[in-house]
């Protein structure tokens, strides 16, 4: 399947290709056409790339990405992985899954949150993926990024060869990742006849940093729309810029991506990172209901929250087709149950 992506991109792929890299995912994702949805919000027409449909137990975007960060352990020659997150955290999980499959001990640094007891959606998971938990109080950002790595230095002092999945590198792999899952929805989205005004996916990191490069190396013939699930505290377009240019060094590619270039709304994260919101939870059940399509609660409930909203305030022309990127999460749901049941609950305090 490489005939509709434009030859000039062929060095593109090579370099992609010369990455270390361990095949996991389920490739080609499914592009699929979504006409009830679509009714249901009138003059649009909707489909979604199911990237939710990777694999590695229960799939989503981060199965992409850890074909590369794996990739890179393996060719380092680690015996043992670290990763952290949220405690629902779906890179953990895929993580764990990973390892499993490749025989590797994977070790979490999970955050204690509200979300942490009792143990459901993805933290059930990881327990039953044989990862080792690591409990910290540390904040998401900066601060668990630093306790992944002391995580890192004492399996080291133990004569361990750990890998950690940290800051920058992972950040430049996932957009390199996102980056061959555009081209790889572009030659499906040729071979459909869709010209798509806009591609929308939730991100606020590596998957629009990646998604964003493809479509300027194709020459923007749609835009990319990334809905975010968090508010980071430094400036999160700076940041996937800067994931953009990492990625285009790395494959030699010359891409001037500004911060300013990039379309990432913060306004339908709600309260805070995890909580769910009224519209989120509308959107899980009219996708669900019309489609037979689950979202999450935490990443893509708000995203597509985010795309029917620019449908209905006419942010998007009428009759425009649009690409949802489904990137997961599903587990979640389930540690979602009071919230999704019972509205009045999501009111809690933030995770
Ligand atoms: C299901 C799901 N969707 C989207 C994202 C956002 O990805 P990014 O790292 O690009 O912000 C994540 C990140 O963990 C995720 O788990």
């Not at 590797?104 to 942490?116: P, T």
């Not at 996932?174 to 006849?193: D, F, N, R, S």
């Not at 953009?244 to 991506?257: I, K, R």
Request: contains cysteine.
């Amino acid at each position: 399947m490489t005939a509709f992506v434009p030859a000039e991109l062929s060095p593109v792929r090579a370099a992609i290709d010369r990455l270390p890299r361990v095949r996991l995912a389920h490739l080609p994702t499914p592009l699929e056409p979504c006409p009830r949805l679509s009714r249901a919000l009138g003059d649009v027409e909707i489909w979604i790339k199911r990237d939710d449909a990777t694999g590695l137990a229960f799939g989503g975007n981060k199965a992409r990405q850890l074909e590369f960060t794996l990739g890179e352990a393996l060719a380092r020659g680690a015996d043992c992985i670290i990763q952290g997150a949220a405690s629902q955290s779906n890179h953990c999980r895929q993580t764990a899954a990973a390892c499993a499959r490749l025989g590797l001990e994977c070790i979490l640094v999970l955050r204690r949150d509200a979300k942490s007891s009792p143990v459901q959606g993805n933290l059930l998971l990881d327990h039953i993926l044989g990862a080792r938990v690591v409990w910290t109080e540390a904040a998401l950002g900066p601060d668990l990024e630093a306790e992944k790595h002391a995580v890192g230095e004492r399996l080291r002092a133990e004569g361990r060869r750990p890998y950690v999945i940290g800051e920058p590198g992972a950040k430049m792999l996932g957009a390199v990742a996102y980056l061959a899952a555009l081209l790889e929805l572009h030659e499906q989205m040729t071979e459909q006849g869709l010209t798509p005004h806009a591609v929308y996916v939730c991100s606020a990191g590596p998957t629009l940093a990646g998604l964003a490069l493809g479509a300027r190396l194709l020459g923007d013939p749609y835009r990319v729309v990334a809905i975010a699930p968090i508010r980071w505290p430094d400036d999160a377009r700076a940041q996937i810029a800067g994931a953009v240019a990492a990625a285009a060094a790395e494959l030699g590619v010359a891409a001037d991506l500004l911060p300013e270039d990039l379309h990432c709304h913060e306004e339908y994260v709600g309260p805070a990172y995890g909580v769910l919101t009224p519209e989120a939870r509308a959107a899980i059940e009219l996708t669900a209901r019309t489609e037979g399509i689950l979202l999450d609660p935490v990443y893509t409930g708000k995203a597509m929250a985010g795309m029917i909203d620019h449908v209905r305030r006419g942010v998007v022309p009428p009759g425009a087709t649009l690409v949802f990127i489904h990137t997961g999460g599903t587990p979640a749901l389930f540690a979602y149950a009071d919230e999704l049941v019972c509205p009045a609950a999501s009111r809690r305090q933030p995770a």
